[in-house]
C-alpha cells in the first residue's frame, strides 16, 4: 500500500544504535538519508521520537523519582533526539522543523497544525517531540495523537522486530508473525507492540499501523513503495 503523508515513529533506543543508548551519529544519519529519500520521492513525513535512550521515564520512578516529574524528564529528552534528527535531515538538504507541545523558542517551535501541514507540503519534516506534553502518555500515545492531527494515511512504527508476534520472538521462539491484524484482535491480545491508547485512537480514526524493522533504514523506503515488510494493524477484517 503507497501512502502520501505518513507519521513515523522512532523510538529513542533506535536513536541509540545498537546498545540502545545516548546517541549514535551513524545511524541517526542513515535513517535521515533514508527519510530524506523518501520526502524527495513525494512521501509527506512527520516524525515523533521517543526519548528512552537518555531518559525513561518509568525507569527513573524505579529509582526514586517523581513520576511526573520524570515523565517531564523524558519529554525533555525526546526534545534532544529530535533535534539531533533535525540536523541531519537537515545535512541531507531537506527542510526540518522541530515541535514541541509547549512553547520552547528559540529551541523549538510550538506546536500548529498549520504550521505542520505547511512544512510537510512544501517538501519538509515535521520532527514532533515531547510526547504529548503530559505525564503518564508515551510516545506511543503522542504518535497516534500526532497522526490524527496531521490526517496521516499511516503511523509507522519503526523498531527493532519486523512485525507483531504472538509472544515475544527473543523468548519464545516458537511465536509466530503477523501479516495482519485487526485493531480488536491487538486490543483483545493486549499485544505490547503499541499500548492500548495509541491502538484505540488509530482504531477510532481508521489510521492504520504498520509495525516494521527499522534497524535497517532501507525498509522505510521498501515500506513506502508498497512492500510487505511489517505487520499492518487496522480495521479491516
Known amino acids: 500500500m503507497e501512502y502520501n503523508r505518513v507519521l513515523l515513529k522512532l523510538s529513542g533506543e533506535a536513536m541509540g544504535g545498537?546498545?540502545?543508548?545516548g546517541l549514535d551519529s551513524d545511524v541517526i544519519k542513515s535513517y535521515?538519508?533514508?527519510i530524506a529519500k523518501a520526502v524527495r520521492a513525494g512521501c509527506q513525513i512527520g516524525i515523533v521520537v521517543g526519548g528512552g535512550n537518555i531518559f525513561r521515564g518509568m525507569s527513573g520512578v524505579?529509582?526514586?523519582f517523581d513520576r511526573v516529574k520524570g515523565d517531564q524528564m523524558g519529554m525533555l529528552a525526546t526534545v534532544i533526539n529530535g533535534k539531533a534528527l533535525g540536523i541531519f535531515i537537515e545535512d541531507q538538504g531537506v527542510?526540518?522543523?522541530v515541535f514541541t507541545p509547549h512553547p520552547m523558542e528559540p529551541f523549538a517551535r510550538h506546536f500548529n497544525k498549520d504550521r505542520a501541514l505547511e512544512i510537510l507540503k512544501a517538501g519538509g519534516v515535521a520532527i514532533f517531540t515531547g510526547g504529548?506534553?503530559?505525564?503518564?502518555?508515551?510516545t506511543d500515545s503522542a504518535a497516534s495523537l500526532k497522526a490524527c492531527e496531521i490526517e496521516a494515511d499511516a503511523l509507522l512504527k519503526g523498531t527493532k522486530v519486523d512485525g507483531v508476534y504472538t509472544a515475544d520472538p527473543k523468548k519464545d521462539p516458537t511465536?509466530?508473525?503477523y501479516d495482519h491484524l485487526t485493531f480488536d484482535k491487538a486490543l483483545?491480545?493486549?499485544?505490547?507492540?503499541?499500548d492500548q491508547t495509541?491502538?484505540?485512537m488509530c482504531k477510532e480514526n481508521n489510521i492504520p499501523i504498520e509495525v516494521f524493522d527499522m534497524t535497517n533504514p532501507e525498509n522505510l523506503n521498501r515500506l513506502l513503495a508498497g512492500e510487505n515488510i511489517g505487520t499492518v494493524v487496522d480495521n479491516n477484517k
Do not use: Y
Open 198 to 200: 495509541a491502538f484505540t
Open 95 to 97: 527542510k526540518a522543523e
Open 188 to 194: 483483545a491480545d493486549n499485544l505490547k507492540v503499541m
Open 18 to 21: 545498537a546498545d540502545g543508548q
Open 32 to 34: 535521515a538519508v533514508e
Open 175 to 177: 511465536a509466530i508473525r
Open 132 to 138: 504529548t506534553g503530559n505525564p503518564f502518555f508515551t
Open 62 to 64: 524505579k529509582e526514586g
